[in-house]
C-alpha cells in the first residue's frame, strides 16, 4: 500500500457521473450550447481581436493573480499591447504573465497546428518550468521537478512526496482514458477539465506553480474539445473572481471522500455565466451590424451633401454613446462630426437633428438626443417576456 492511500483517500482517479447534480448537467449542456453559438458567430476583425486580447488579458490574470499578482486587467492589456512600463521593483509580476501566455501559446499550437493533445507527466513538467521560468524562487523549488519534500497550502497537507511521481503518472494515464462521447464531447470535456483541476491541486506535485500548471492544463483540455480560444481561459476567470469560493469548494472535496460533484456544479455554473457576458459582446456586435445596415437602408440612394451628413451623424452618434447628449455636443463625437459641421451654422445641426428624429433613428428625451438602436429589436422573433 502507498502512502497517499491511507494519507489522501480521496485520491481515487474515479468518478461516479451518476452523482452529479442535475443543476450541473443543464449547466453542462447549456455551456455546449454557448460554446458550439461562439464558435459559429462571426466576428468582425476589429471585434475578433478585442474579444481575444481582452479574455487572454482576464485568463492569463486570473492564473497568476489567484497566486498574487497585483497587475490590473488593463495593465495586463496594456502588456499585452507592450504599452506597459513597470518599474524594476514591479518587472517580475510581467514576466509571470508572459511565461502564462507562453505556455498558452505553446498549448494552442500543439492542439491548433500540431494536432497533439495528449496529456503527459513529462509536458506537465514542461508547462511548469516554463511558469517559473526566471522567477525568484526558493533553493528548495527547481521548475519543472517533482517536489522531494513535504508541502502544505493553507490547512492541507499535500500528497506525500515519495508518491507525486506516481500519482502523476496515474492522473496521466486516467485523463487520457477518460471517455468523452463524441455528440456531448464540450460537455464531458468541461467535466475531465475540471477532475484534471482539482486532482492535480490536491496532488500538488511542484515545489510552485501548482495552481498556474493545473489551470494550463484545464486550458489544454477546454481547447482540444473545440471549445474556442476566448471561452477556454474562463474557468481560471471564474475561479479568481470567487477566490473564497474556489478554496472552499476544494476543502470541501477532500472532507467527501473524493466526491467532487459539488465542485462540478460550481464550476459549471460559473463557467456558464462567464459564457453568457462573450455571448452579450458577440450581441451587442451583431446589434450594431444590423443597425448599421438598418441607417444605411434608410438613406437609400440618397447622396446629397445633406444626406450623407445626416447618415454619418446617425451612425457616429450611435457609435459614441448609449446615453443622450446635448445637440450642441454632438460635433464632439467624433472627427467626421467636427469637420462635418465646422463650417456649418447651429441651425444646420438642429435641422440635420429633427430630420433623423422624423425618420425614426434618433429620438429627444429630457437629457438631449440619441440614436435609437433599440428600434432594431422590433425586427426579432416574437416571444413573451417574464
Not at 481561459?233 to 473572481?241: D, G, K, R, T, V
Not at 469548494?249 to 457576458?277: P, R
Request: glycine share 6%.
Amino acid at each position: 500500500m502507498r502512502t497517499y492511500e491511507q494519507t489522501h483517500p480521496w485520491l481515487t482517479f474515479q468518478i461516479d457521473l451518476s452523482l452529479i447534480k442535475y443543476e450541473a448537467w443543464i449547466a453542462l449542456g447549456e455551456a455546449q450550447s454557448k460554446c458550439e453559438h461562439i464558435s459559429g458567430a462571426p466576428l468582425r476583425p476589429a471585434v475578433a481581436k478585442r474579444l481575444h486580447m481582452v479574455y487572454l488579458a482576464k485568463g492569463v490574470l486570473a492564473t497568476t493573480a489567484i497566486e498574487g499578482n497585483t497587475l490590473t486587467e488593463s495593465e495586463v492589456i496594456k502588456h499585452l499591447q507592450g504599452e506597459l512600463k513597470l518599474p524594476p521593483s514591479r518587472e517580475y509580476l510581467s514576466k509571470e504573465i508572459d511565461n502564462i501566455i507562453a505556455v498558452c501559446d505553446e498549448i494552442a499550437a500543439d492542439i491548433l497546428v500540431r494536432d497533439k493533445a495528449e496529456i503527459s507527466v513529462e509536458k506537465i513538467k514542461g508547462y511548469n518550468k516554463s511558469v517559473l521560468d526566471g522567477l525568484s524562487l526558493d533553493e528548495s523549488i527547481v521548475p519543472g521537478r517533482v517536489r522531494t519534500y513535504s508541502v502544505g497550502v493553507g490547512g492541507y497537507r499535500a500528497a506525500p512526496a515519495e508518491d507525486c511521481e506516481y500519482l502523476l503518472e496515474k492522473l496521466c494515464s486516467w485523463l487520457n482514458e477518460f471517455k468523452i462521447p463524441e455528440n456531448s464531447r464540450i460537455t464531458f470535456a468541461i467535466v475531465k477539465a475540471i477532475i484534471a483541476h482539482i486532482y492535480f491541486v490536491l496532488i500538488h506535485p511542484f515545489g510552485d506553480g501548482n495552481g498556474r500548471t493545473a489551470r494550463l492544463i484545464e486550458f489544454q483540455i477546454l481547447l482540444e474539445a473545440g471549445i474556442p480560444t476566448p471561452a477556454a481561459h474562463l474557468l481560471s476567470n471564474f475561479y479568481n473572481q470567487t477566490r473564497a469560493e474556489y478554496y472552499r469548494q476544494l476543502d470541501k472535496t477532500t472532507k467527501m471522500n473524493g466526491d467532487i460533484s459539488d465542485f462540478i456544479k460550481y464550476a459549471s455554473t460559473g463557467f456558464v455565466d462567464q459564457l453568457k457576458e462573450q455571448l452579450m459582446i458577440i450581441r451587442n456586435q451583431q446589434w450594431d451590424i444590423v443597425w448599421r445596415n438598418y441607417v444605411h437602408e434608410m438613406f437609400k440612394d440618397q447622396m446629397s451633401e445633406a444626406a450623407v451628413r445626416q447618415r454619418h451623424l446617425a451612425l457616429d452618434l450611435s457609435l459614441a454613446t448609449d446615453e443622450s447628449i446635448r445637440i450642441s455636443k454632438i460635433p464632439e463625437t467624433s472627427t467626421r462630426m467636427a469637420a462635418a459641421y465646422a463650417k456649418k451654422t447651429g441651425k444646420t445641426l438642429v435641422r440635420d437633428v429633427n430630420k433623423l428624429i422624423s425618420m425614426g433613428l434618433l429620438e429627444r428625451d429630457k437629457r438631449g438626443i440619441r440614436a435609437r438602436k433599440d428600434v432594431i429589436l422590433a425586427f426579432l422573433p416574437a416571444r413573451k417576456f417574464n
